[in-house]
């Protein structure tokens, strides 16, 4: 059975970085798109980043161009998101997500696999 496990969430101050790990196991998803999303208490789930199976293209929400950084490492199964320069307004749970296909897209109905988040909190 497929599973996606994220890890590298905690606490941090305003202005800090924190390095999120998504490892799948199960199957592999080098030949999918991946991606990060957020949830905050009494928000909606929103769309982070993705990147393309190759790695070659990444996107990104308007709220963390510039600060986070999407990868992938498909020897190891690893999608990793690099956070610096955390705000309070980043606080969220984070959860990485996988498609069947190998497009990318940004709405969470249009993945097929979750983990089951990790919580960030970024202290002002």
């Known amino acids: 059975q497929a599973q996606l496990v994220e890890s590298g969430g905690g606490l941090v101050q305003a202005g800090g970085s924190l390095r999120l790990s998504c490892a799948s196991s199960?199957?592999?998803?080098?030949?999918?798109?991946m991606g990060w999303f957020r949830q905050a208490p009494g928000k909606e789930r929103e769309f982070v980043a993705a990147?393309?199976?190759?790695?070659?293209?990444?996107y990104y929400a308007d709220s963390v161009k510039g600060r986070f950084t999407i990868s992938r490492d498909n020897a190891n199964n690893t999608v990793y998101l690099q956070m610096n320069s955390l705000k309070p307004e980043d606080t969220a749970v984070y959860s990485c997500?996988?498609?069947?296909?190998?497009?990318?897209?940004?709405?969470?109905?249009?993945?097929?696999?979750w983990g089951q988040g990790t919580q960030v909190t970024v202290s002002s």
């Open positions: 199960g199957r592999t998803f080098n030949t999918n798109a």
């Open positions: 997500a996988a498609r069947s296909s190998s497009i990318v897209k940004s709405a969470p109905g249009d993945y097929d696999y």
């Open positions: 990147i393309h199976w190759s790695g070659g293209s990444t």
